[in-house]
């Protein structure tokens, strides 16, 4: 039955699950539309970056970034399990590119890369893990709203891809270096926080967890610029942002590992450019 206001109503007086769902669905609308507002390759962003990376090269200093937060954040939740979006980019040709430019000028690009992928981390709301040679490892806790959590992820891949594509490589091009391009892996999952040792304030804090583990082997089979994620996190993409991927089809088993929750193969989606 029907209030006077038309809201669909059980016989308890609850309202209806189908009404439920549809505000549900116009909360979550109203959090992504407002997350898309920012704009993925924004030109002030791009030119932040290359002003940062054009005066690493110039000026031959070893580039520094802003301190990341993360560390406090894992040491106020030590062996706490969280829910949690994880997304490792990794540098492509790296190998390639220490054969062929100076050690000191290849410090500068592999620094200013991962610095300028831990910038666009935080500023879509998620926390850098840590730098792994030529790898960044970032993160984005779901607890509350692992809705949000995934668009956050994704846009952010898609804004490090714009970075290194119209903001990094203008200016490695200037002095006659290669292109840098990028493979990520993002997968959603619940991780623990863990410490390495006693000491509270000193004691190395890390993450572990399916997630972490899974987002690595994602990003191994990821082609150059291309963005691959997990089916746990593509379930909590926004419709509108579901239409950008498409499922893999892995062939001669590729792929091997399998869902945590069904023990069938894990779908993985690819970003379609």
Same mark, same amino acid.
């Not at 189908?18 to 116009?26: C, L, P, R, Y």
């Not at 054009?54 to 802003?66: D, F, N, P, Q, T």
């Not at 891809?161 to 091009?173: A, D, E």
């Given at each position: $039955?029907?209030? =006077?206001?038309?809201? +669909? !109503?059980?016989?308890?007086?609850?309202? @209806?699950?189908?009404? %439920?769902?549809? *505000?549900?669905?116009?909360?979550?609308?109203?959090?992504?539309?407002?997350?898309?507002?920012?704009?993925?390759?924004?030109?002030?962003?791009?030119?932040?970056?290359?002003?940062?990376?054009?005066?690493?090269?110039?000026?031959?200093?070893?580039?520094?970034?802003?301190?990341?937060?993360?560390?406090?954040?894992?040491?106020?939740?030590?062996?706490?399990?969280?829910?949690?979006?994880?997304?490792?980019?990794?540098?492509?040709?790296?190998?390639? $590119?220490?054969? =062929?430019?100076?050690? +000191? !000028?290849?410090?500068?690009?592999?620094? @200013?890369?991962?610095? %300028?992928?831990? *910038?666009?981390?935080?500023?879509?709301?998620?926390?850098?893990?840590?730098?792994?040679?030529?790898?960044?490892?970032?993160?984005?806790?779901?607890?509350?709203?692992?809705?949000?959590?995934?668009?956050?992820?994704?846009?952010?891949?898609?804004?490090?891809?714009?970075?290194?594509?119209?903001?990094?490589?203008?200016?490695?091009?200037?002095?006659?270096?290669?292109?840098?391009?990028?493979?990520?892996?993002?997968?959603?999952?619940?991780?623990?926080?863990?410490?390495?040792?006693?000491?509270? !304030?000193?004691?190395?804090?890390?993450?572990?967890?399916?997630?972490?583990?899974?987002?690595?082997?994602?990003?191994?089979?990821?082609?150059?610029?291309?963005?691959?994620?997990?089916?746990?996190?593509?379930?909590?993409?926004?419709?509108?942002?579901?239409?950008?991927?498409?499922?893999?089809?892995?062939?001669?088993?590729?792929?091997?590992?399998?869902?945590?929750?069904?023990?069938?193969?894990?779908?993985?989606?690819?970003?379609?450019?």
């Amino acid at each position: $039955m029907s209030d =006077e206001s038309g809201t +669909e !109503k059980t016989e308890s007086g609850e309202i @209806s699950e189908d009404k %439920e769902s549809k *505000s549900q669905i116009n909360v979550v609308d109203m959090l992504l539309s407002t997350n898309r507002e920012k704009i993925l390759d924004s030109q002030a962003m791009i030119l932040e970056t290359q002003k940062r990376v054009w005066g690493a090269l110039k000026k031959g200093y070893e580039y520094s970034g802003v301190i990341d937060d993360s560390e406090a954040f894992l040491r106020r939740n030590v062996f706490s399990k969280l829910d949690m979006v994880v997304l490792y980019v990794d540098l492509v040709g790296s190998t390639t $590119m220490t054969l =062929e430019l100076p050690e +000191e !000028k290849i410090a500068i690009i592999i620094s @200013s890369f991962a610095q %300028e992928m831990a *910038s666009v981390i935080r500023q879509h709301q998620g926390y850098v893990l840590k730098f792994v040679g030529d790898a960044v490892i970032g993160y984005f806790v779901a607890e509350g709203n692992s809705l949000l959590a995934a668009d956050n992820a994704v846009n952010c891949a898609k804004s490090m891809i714009s970075i290194i594509q119209k903001g990094i490589n203008p200016i490695l091009n200037q002095y006659d270096y290669p292109d840098l391009m990028v493979k990520i892996g993002v997968d959603f999952g619940q991780n623990i926080v863990v410490r390495y040792g006693s000491d509270a !304030k000193n004691s190395h804090v890390d993450l572990m967890g399916p997630a972490m583990n899974i987002a690595a082997k994602i990003q191994g089979m990821a082609k150059s610029n291309q963005i691959l994620i997990g089916s746990d996190v593509f379930q909590r993409l926004h419709p509108a942002s579901q239409q950008e991927f498409a499922k893999i089809m892995w062939q001669n088993n590729e792929w091997k590992y399998r869902s945590r929750l069904t023990g069938k193969l894990y779908v993985v989606y690819e970003h379609k450019e």
